[in-house]
């Protein structure tokens, strides 16, 4: 029969890709990029939203491309597995209709409601229980905010896209962990905490496990698309983070690895969850990986800070490469000015240098003034914050890491690498560029039967395929020399 293929629908805040997965045991996973597209967010309605629609029919023009690459290989697409940004939803109605373009995490009206939410049930009970760290936008926030639920239900941005593909409501358990609203012990939702803030019951559809079938695709779909009517949409860790640790291409257990895109997601893959107070304290987030692990990490500021750069200075008539000023940046001095990147005030899109510029001016420090100064300014402040996370994540675990795996776009920052390996003194191993996309297809494959095991043995398919980068941290390079 033909060579089975899998599709991954894989959207971060910053962009989306359909992707063609193909698996063996001797090749490893290999993808081919089939369809991008620009993702960000936009002011609509009153607020800060995702075009919605207008992603979907990107995912449907990925497909309909995907359809047409296979067939014309003689390939069979088995499966399509959904990724994207965790926490945020869209309200549906019992017609199946979204009721608006879905609100951005980065929409400030969730900023009001979380002394309400807190005074429903303390900040300490509730991570006791959800394990999750705060963050203002914490879809338990949002929800608080929504003037009225009735009749409803909220689907998660995977979740809602798989639902426009087969008809099926669901809601995959990796990305219900980031909602506040999930018991990170049981791994069912806590239906206590819906009940106390007078949330239905069924405000999410049932929960799905990564490598369980949604269903198959519908007759519209299949006709729009061209895809196989035995096609079907697989769960696979529809939170991007999640699909990006399962793909992390470590051969050894103390690994550390940073998710780097948009945010930095810093942290260690536990057994088990970290609920004490002390973990709280330190803001570390217990969400659900693959095969029922825990991705213990913390939110760490991430390349937002140089997007947003980016767009203002482009809007400034100042445009450079992204190489460029990466360049320009790593020819300065080491020892700049540093800033907190976890920052609120960096969260809403808006002129980033000025802000980065005051931030700097606060700490009493000269503020960087060139774009290169204020990349340099970036890169420091982000390395520091890894190693700052990563020291946390030891102490709070009792665990060390001997390798800090960087996967994600930010993998291709030479710079940024390289400072995380002198800040953290671990030496550091970059790629997969695209890890999200392959985890996404080897929890499929797995599905599918094409492989067989558990994390360890997914990642060593990713190891087969991938060319990865080394950096040795430059404490250990001069005590080598000398
Ligand atoms: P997300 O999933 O959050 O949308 P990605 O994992 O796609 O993010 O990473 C996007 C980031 O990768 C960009 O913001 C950019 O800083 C970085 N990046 C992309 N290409 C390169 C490159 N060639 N060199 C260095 N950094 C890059
Ligand atoms: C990264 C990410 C992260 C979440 C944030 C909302 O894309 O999913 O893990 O905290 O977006």
């Known amino acids: 029969s033909a060579p089975a293929v899998f599709a991954a ?35 609509l309605d009153g607020g800060l939203r995702w075009d919605f ?5 990107e995912v449907l023009k990925g497909l309909t491309a995907a359809a047409a690459v296979a ?5 069979r697409i088995v499966s399509v597995g959904i990724d994207t940004w965790a926490v945020d939803y869209g309200l549906v109605d019992k017609t199946g209709a979204l009721t608006a ?29 959800t394990g999750l760290q705060y963050l203002q936008f914490n879809t338990v926030y949002q929800l608080a905010a929504e003037p009225n639920l009735d009749g409803v239900q909220a689907l998660l941005i995977p979740d809602l896209i798989a639902f426009l593909l087969t008809g099926e409501r669901r809601t995959e358990a990796t990305n219900a962990s980031t909602t506040g609203l999930f018991d990170a012990v049981s791994g069912q939702w806590a239906t206590d905490f ?35 009517a035995d096609t079907t949409v697989v769960a696979v860790g529809s939170h991007d983070t999640a699909s990006a640790v399962a793909a992390v291409p470590a051969d050894q257990e103390d690994f550390a690895y940073i998710s780097s895109g948009t945010w930095s997601l810093v942290g260690v893959e536990l057994d088990a969850p970290v609920l004490n107070e002390a973990s709280r304290k330190a803001n570390f987030t217990n969400e659900r990986g693959v095969d029922g692990t ?12 140089l997007s947003e750069c ?28 540093q800033i907190n990147a976890d920052d609120p005030a960096f969260t809403a899109p808006d002129n980033m240098p000025d802000r980065i510029r005051a931030a700097v001016r606060n700490t009493g420090a000269v503020f960087p003034d060139r ?14 914050g890894y190693a700052r996370t990563l020291a946390d994540a030891e102490r709070l675990t009792g665990r060390s890491t001997s390798v800090v795996h960087i996967v994600g776009g930010g993998s291709q920052n030479r710079l940024l690498c390289q400072l995380t390996a002198d800040a953290t003194g671990k030496p550091v191993i970059a790629g997969p560029v695209e890890a999200t996309a392959q985890g996404n297809v080897l929890v499929q494959a797995r599905t599918a039967g094409a492989v067989t095991g558990g994390l360890a043995e997914l990642r060593a398919l990713v190891v087969t395929g991938t060319a990865l980068e080394h950096y040795v941290p430059a404490a250990a390079l001069q005590s080598s020399r000398s």
């Open 9 to 43: 629908v894989d959207i971060g805040a910053s962009s989306g890709r359909v992707m063609l997965g193909r698996v063996s045991t001797a090749s490893g996973v290999s993808l081919e990029t089939i369809h991008r597209f620009p993702n960000g967010v936009v002011e």
């Open 194 to 228: 819906l009940d106390a803030f007078g949330l239905p019951r069924n405000i999410f559809p049932p929960l799905v496990q990564p490598g369980e079938t949604v269903g198959t695709l519908l007759p519209a779909v299949l006709e729009q698309t061209g895809l196989p």
């Open 101 to 129: 373009q879905p609100y951005s995490y980065r929409d400030e009206r969730s900023r009001a409601t979380v002394e309400r939410v807190h005074a429903v049930i303390s900040p300490e009970k509730l991570y006791a229980t």
């Open 53 to 57: 629609d207008a992603l979907f029919a």
């Open 294 to 305: 825990i991705r213990y990490l913390r939110n760490v500021g991430g390349l937002w800070l």
């Open 310 to 337: 980016q767009r203002t200075w482009a809007a400034q008539g100042f445009s450079q490469s992204l190489p460029a000023l990466l360049d320009s940046a790593a020819a300065l001095p080491a020892g700049g000015p």
């Open 371 to 384: 774009p290169a100064a204020v990349v340099r300014c970036i890169m420091d402040s982000l390395a520091a």
């Open 71 to 75: 067939r014309g290989n003689g390939e």
